[in-house]
């Protein structure tokens, strides 16, 4: 029996917890996929829900780009605010244009109630696990932090008296 962190080489602590980390967001990601995989084929042949796979590989495109455009200018930190949030509005219209799909279906009576339950579990786990893939690479953490801080000062701005 060979373990993951033997196979890569991993002497630290540190280094085996993020092997294991890696391997369980790819067996999530493989359960996902699976899982979409299952509603087409078991509930009437139907391949139509597998569109919303080209849903989950444009998801996370424009919030990575927006998010290397927004670290270009280090000095000037609001500059590549537009770009990151140009980033989040496209990657939220793939996400709801991914989860709609199977409802939109299951509504036409193209596909059945229960493909589209399955289509929807797996969309829920293969987006889940690409956020917690892009959380825990990412440096820049705006959509949790930096948003709410910046809606913050921004609404005691607006609420501040002027004299």
């Known amino acids: 029996f060979i373990s993951l962190y033997t196979i890569f080489g991993a002497t630290t602590m540190e280094t085996k917890h993020k092997v294991i980390g890696l391997a369980i967001l790819g067996a999530c990601l493989c359960i996902g996929f699976l899982l979409e995989i299952l509603s087409c084929a078991l509930f009437g042949n139907v391949w139509y829900p597998m569109f919303g796979v080209v849903a989950y590989v444009m998801a996370p495109i424009p919030i990575v780009i927006g998010g290397f455009l927004a670290q270009k200018n280090p000095l000037n930190h609001n500059e590549g605010r537009g770009f990151m949030e140009a980033g989040i509005f496209a990657g939220s219209f793939f996400l709801v244009s991914g989860l709609a799909l199977p409802l939109v279906l299951a509504h036409a009576g193209v596909i059945q109630m229960w493909a589209m339950v399955m289509s929807l579990a797996?969309?829920?786990?293969?987006?889940?696990?690409?956020?917690?893939?892009?959380?825990?690479?990412?440096r820049l953490r705006y959509p949790s932090r930096l948003a709410f801080v910046s809606l913050y000062h921004r609404f005691r701005l607006c609420a501040a008296p002027h004299g």
Do not use: F, K
């Open 122 to 138: 797996g969309a829920a786990i293969v987006y889940t696990t690409i956020l917690v893939r892009l959380r825990s690479t990412s």
